[in-house]
């Protein structure tokens, strides 16, 4: 794994952050972990109806979903690959939440190719702290990045992943973008993305910015996924 001081990228942290994460942490403890996302049932059971792995997540989650339920899962998805599955299916179902196409797509992601073998070999390398190469291997039809980060950040809280791989979509990548740039910090080493914010694949970028925010929630002494979820706004 790439460390930020090998490839001389780490960068203080910005005043604004500090003061934002600081802020919300005070207000909301770990109400980050809390947040559900609901989702419409009979448009997935028309994509999913038939699915094991589906009808299994619908016996035990019976509510709306939160990112604490992630981490419900622990090593079991480094064992079971109808663990792993399940664990992809929740967090397209938390991701997607109500949007109405979400159903469909991850149906096409999972109607990829070897997608259970790709689903293993990702949350291994996440195991193994390998996060630009788990967002190389994670290549599933109409998974996109955002998508991609959604379900590496899953596993790691599945997983207790220290460093914590986390999202990165594109409001996450336009307010830190605006940050760095606000700050005269070269945004490049840490983020790929077009001029509106849509992240671009680039595994290396992922894994600095990873690394980066993790550096700082050391420093700040609050969870990686507080300044994510400071960014998000």
């Keep these: 794994m790439q460390t930020l001081h090998d490839n001389q990228v780490c960068v203080s942290i910005p005043a604004a952050v500090r003061a934002g994460v600081a802020n919300m942490t005070a207000c909301d403890g770990d ?125 790691g809280l599945a997983l207790e992943a220290d460093p914590l791989p986390l999202i990165l979509d594109s409001r996450v990548a336009v307010a830190l973008k605006s940050l760095f740039d606000e700050n005269d910090i070269n945004s490049r080493p840490f983020l790929s993305c077009s001029k509106d914010g849509m992240v671009r694949h680039d595994p290396i970028c992922y894994e600095r910015y990873v690394l980066l925010l993790n550096h700082w929630a050391k420093e700040l002494k609050v969870r990686p996924d507080d300044i994510e979820a400071y960014l998000f706004g």
Excluded at 123 to 134: M, N, Q, T, W
């Design 31 to 155: 109400i980050r972990l809390e947040e559900v996302g609901s989702y419409n049932k009979e448009s997935w059971l028309q994509h999913f109806g038939q699915d094991a792995d589906f009808q299994a997540i619908l016996l035990r989650f019976q509510r709306p979903i939160s990112r604490q339920d992630f981490t419900s899962f622990g090593t079991s998805i480094l064992e079971s690959s109808s663990a792993t599955r399940q664990l992809f299916l929740i967090t397209m179902l938390w991701g997607y939440s109500t949007i109405g196409y979400g159903a469909w797509r991850t149906r096409k992601m999972m109607d990829t190719p070897n997608a259970d073998r790709i689903l293993q070999e990702t949350v291994s390398l996440i195991a193994k702290g390998h996060f630009a190469d788990a967002y190389s291997a994670l290549r599933l039809d109409r998974c996109g990045p955002a998508f991609m980060a959604k379900f590496l950040y899953a596993a």
